[in-house]
């Protein structure tokens, strides 16, 4: 089992940067993919980003390519989403998750962290 904290979200202007931190507990965590998923306001929760258990393979929504970049330290139990040119449209409560695969899931994660909340204002 693995037990993920997010860390590191926040108030930040259109155009700025943040970088979420999510801790993962356990000593199997580099069997996991990891992904980034979030949630606005009155919508589903949506994939971001995904990075397989090696860091060899990356998936990023459409919606954030170019802008936003997930990695993973395996040494440290850690994968981190990069986020620069942010838009209000990003705003949303923001989850780390892991999957037990050995590819980039999009969908069926099976551990998730609590969540935290990013807000681009314009």
């Known amino acids: 089992q693995v037990q993920l904290v997010e860390i590191g979200g926040g108030l930040v202007q259109a155009g700025g940067s943040l970088r979420l931190s999510c801790a993962a507990s356990g000593r199997t965590f580099s069997r996991y993919a990891m992904g980034w998923f979030r949630q606005a306001p009155g919508k589903e929760r949506e994939f971001v980003a995904g990075i397989n258990w090696s860091g060899g393979s990356r998936y990023n929504a459409d919606s954030v390519k170019g802008r936003f970049t997930i990695s993973r330290d395996n040494a440290r139990n850690a994968v981190y989403l990069q986020m620069n040119s942010l838009k209000p449209e990003d705003t949303g409560v923001y989850y780390c998750?892991?999957?037990?695969?050995?590819?980039?899931?999009?969908?069926?994660?099976?551990?998730w962290g609590q969540g935290t909340q990013v807000t681009v204002s314009s």
């Open positions: 998750a892991a999957h037990q695969s050995d590819g980039v899931p999009t969908w069926g994660y099976d551990y």
